[in-house]
Nanobody
Framework: QVQLQESGPGLVKPSDTLSLNCTVS??????????WSWIRQAPGKEREWIGA???????YWSPALKSRTTISRDTNKNQYTLQLRLATPEDTAVYYC?????????????WGKGTLVTVSS
């Protein structure tokens, strides 16, 4: 059974960096043809794909967030991380890590439970 678990601070101050970690169990993040994404859903809005790291280590970003986003991975720990710089209240959302054989939100095979991150002073 594949499980994903997000972890990180639930409260971030404006202009700080929002950092989250996703621990994957039950499947290696280097498993062939798998992509490991970060997705968020702000209150009253649709889910938004932020970016992903592939099984080979290639990173993909949403054009809208690329300038503020870093995604990395630790294959030894089977984890991947998200850093979103210069956070604003508009970044307040439930953040999910998810994985599958692509990056389309509707085709994710595995989902974490999500973690609420609030950006506020």
């Amino acid at each position: 059974q594949v499980q994903l678990q997000e972890s990180g601070p639930g409260l971030v101050k404006p202009s700080d960096t929002l950092s989250l970690n996703c621990t994957v169990s039950g499947k290696s993040i280097t498993a062939s043809a798998h992509y490991w994404s970060w997705i968020r859903q702000a209150p009253g809005k649709e889910r938004e794909w932020i970016g992903a790291v592939s099984y080979t280590g290639l990173v993909y970003w949403s054009p809208a967030l690329k300038s503020r986003t870093t995604i990395s991975r630790d294959t030894n720990k089977n984890q991947y991380t998200l850093q979103l710089r210069l956070a604003t209240p508009e970044d307040t959302a439930v953040y999910y890590c998810a994985g599958g054989r692509g990056t389309a939100v509707e085709k994710m095979d595995y989902w974490g439970k999500g973690t609420l991150v609030t950006v506020s002073s």
